[in-house]
T-cell receptor, first 112, second 115 residues
Framework: GEDVEQSLFLSVREGDSSVINCTYT??????LYWYKQEPGAGLQLLTY?????DMKQDQRLTVLLNKKDKHLSLRIADTQTGDSAIYFC????????????FGAGTRLAVHP | EAGVAQSPRYKIIEKRQSVAFWCNPI?????LYWYQQILGQGPKLLIQ????????DSQLPKDRFSAERLKGVDSTLKIQPAKLEDSAVYLC?????????????FGQGTRLTVV
């Protein structure tokens, strides 16, 4: 079935690295995404990774994909207070029709 | 490029009343989604349109929720009658095409409170 799981909360000190983890169920997912949601705002795409890759780097963001374990992670280097938000992992679930399925979100709190 | 527009931003209704939300996707985007996001949870897909046809509505409570996409562009989502558990943010999103590395752009959402 469709299920994307994430830990609910992460607290880090400003300047440290943050690692947000996600597990997904559809082994045939073609793309996996990380979205960011700030209070009162819609979701904003941060980055994505194609399923034939195992790593993607984009400035302070590094995405790691372990297809065997169906595990996805997002690393934010030099975390800033502006990174405080909820981060959602999402997969393309291809059961019948391609659907974009989200996890419950990880709330990242950055403290000085 | 204009983003996904949703209205209203906020709505408060009593249970058993009706409510409708409107979404104008980004011009040229074939795929339109409605998601329900209950406080503290991730967005749950209610319905997905490809142009003006429904490709997935498996999670839509069809006894009370309905949606349509007019001429493959704007969309409305209706709840009739509303229940307390329908209190949530309703997010509309659109994309050129799903299944490829195309971004789904989200509107700011409509926050519904049912009292």
């Amino acid at each position: 079935g469709e299920d994307v799981e994430q830990s609910l909360f992460l607290s880090v000190r400003e300047g440290d690295s943050s690692v947000i983890n996600c597990t997904y169920t559809d082994s045939s997912s073609t793309y996996l995404y990380w979205y960011k949601q700030e209070p009162g705002a819609g979701l904003q795409l941060l980055t994505y990774i194609f399923s034939n890759m195992d790593m993607k780097q984009d400035q302070r963001l590094t995405v790691l994909l372990n297809k065997k374990d169906k595990h996805l992670s997002l690393r934010i280097a030099d975390t800033q207070t502006g990174d405080s938000a909820i981060y959602f992992c999402a997969e393309i679930f291809s059961g019948g029709y391609n659907k974009l399925i989200f996890g419950a979100g990880t709330r990242l709190a950055v403290h000085p | 490029e204009a983003g996904v527009a949703q209205s209203p931003r906020y709505k408060i209704i009593e249970k058993r009343q009706s409510v409708a939300f409107w979404c104008n996707p980004i011009s040229g985007h074939a795929t339109l989604y409605w998601y329900q996001q209950i406080l503290g949870q991730g967005p749950k897909l209610l319905i997905q349109f490809q142009n003006n046809g429904v490709v997935d509505d498996s999670q839509l409570p069809k006894d009370r929720f309905s949606a349509e996409r007019l001429k493959g562009v704007d969309s409305t989502l209706k709840i009739q009658p509303a229940k307390l558990e329908d209190s949530a943010v309703y997010l509309c999103a659109s994309s050129l095409e799903i299944g490829r590395a195309t971004e789904a752009f989200f509107g700011q959402g409509t926050r519904l409170t049912v009292v």
